[in-house]
């Protein structure tokens, strides 16, 4: 319109071009969405496994010049070390995946209607297993099973099994139901609102108490060396009774390494896992 044209046109003519203006900008489309920002960052990946390649290269540093008396020699020889650290990783892995295959089922089902009153009865047999010495739980399995790798393994099971059984537990307790009435509103079956609904919202604490297992396990299956289980265990032990230092550092900085670089990976599991609909942002 011309200036002599709004001049003659009435008040509600010249707001008209205003108000397409202003709808013109309010319906600007949005901008485009960035990249997606990396779970990881380097700093993750790189400091602490440098810190223990560190600790590793000192470790054997310092062995290539000390001076190791025929008993610390004879214990560290042979591929001794080798042997206790694959026997170590060994037993944190089968207990591990035995935890998993056990405690994740077991706490979906007494979240379910039918086994909810089962909970606490589960609940305090998986505390009284944690609540035992483990030291005194490997030894009634050793009179039970006799020694061998069979009875450490089912000792660290029980000893880790109730950080993920009650993670779980908690997780799946913790979504909101007005999510799983909807996934349900919207025709899906019950075993669909599980797996496409409860467990991925329940992932981040799950992974939680598989991480905390993760890590107590390395700590207990030293001890399967005192039920013949062998393990890091063995050298620690050997240092101890023999009064031999350079034995016992070995066998305790590389359970703490082991230890750490399992609580690592499992980190990085942690936030590679978590669904991306849970992250702050998005």
Do not use: C, H
């Amino acid at each position: 319109m011309t200036a002599s044209e709004l001049e003659e046109a009435g008040p509600a003519e010249q707001e008209a071009p205003q108000e397409t203006e202003a709808l013109q900008e309010t319906e600007a489309p949005p901008p485009a969405p960035g990249p997606r920002k990396s779970r990881i960052t380097w700093q993750k990946l790189t400091f602490l496994p440098a810190v223990l390649v560190a600790v590793l290269l000192a470790t054997w540093l310092w062995f290539r010049q000390a001076d190791l008396d025929p008993i610390s020699e004879n214990a560290l020889s042979g591929g001794q070390v080798s042997k206790a650290l694959s026997q170590q990783i060994q037993l944190v892995v089968i207990s591990t995946f035995f935890v998993l295959i056990i405690a994740i089922p077991l706490g979906i089902l007494l979240t379910r209607k039918a086994f909810r009153k089962a909970t606490p009865v589960a609940m305090t047999i998986a505390n009284m297993g944690q609540a035992t010495p483990a030291i005194g739980l490997l030894a009634l399995l050793v009179i039970w099973l006799g020694t061998g790798t069979k009875a450490a393994l089912i000792g660290i099971i029980i000893y880790a099994v109730l950080p993920v059984l009650s993670n779980t537990i908690a997780g799946l307790k913790a979504n909101d139901p007005t999510l799983l009435e909807a996934a349900r509103g919207i025709g899906m079956t019950p075993l669909g609102v599980l797996s496409r609904v409860e467990l991925p919202l329940a992932v981040p604490l799950i992974l939680a108490g598989v991480r905390t297992a993760l890590v107590l396990n390395v700590g207990t299956a030293t001890l399967a060396t005192f039920g013949g289980g062998g393990g890091l265990g063995v050298l620690i032990t050997t240092g101890i009774t023999n009064q031999r230092m350079p034995v016992l550092m070995l066998g305790s900085i590389l359970t703490v390494v082991l230890a750490l670089l399992v609580d690592w990976l499992a980190s990085l599991a942690e936030l590679l896992l978590r669904p991306r609909g849970l992250e702050v942002g998005t």
